[in-house]
């Protein structure tokens, strides 16, 4: 269920959901902030919903294994592009 209050002239959004990341968003306007938190909740309940707060916390290896896992074995050079980005134990 998402809360609404006024703060400091601009409205603001927060959604809170068992198991989920907390998210909260600025509007300038009241009915902005519904719409964004109703679009919010549907992608929620349809399990779309991808908190950004957890990307930024991403580090570069992070990153790198997810793309090896995800994007490589669908390319054709995908032997060659997992030698490359295989990073030496020493250097992790």
């Known amino acids: 269920m998402a809360t609404f209050r006024n703060r400091n002239g601009k409205w603001q959004a927060r959604i ?3 198991g989920q990341v907390p998210v909260s968003k600025s509007f300038n306007t009241g009915q902005d902030a519904e719409r964004w938190a109703r679009q919010v909740e549907a992608q929620i309940d349809q399990g779309k919903f991808v908190s950004l707060r957890l990307d930024e916390r991403a580090t570069l290896g ?7 896992a995800e994007v490589t ?3 054709k050079s995908a032997e060659a592009d997992l ?3 295989s990073f030496p134990k020493h250097l992790t």
Not at 62 to 68: P, Q, T
Request: hydrophobic share 55%; proline share 6%; net charge positive.
């Open 16 to 18: 809170q959901r068992q």
């Open 73 to 75: 074995p669908l390319m």
């Open 83 to 85: 030698i490359r980005l």
């Open 62 to 68: 992070d990153l790198v294994a997810r793309f090896m």
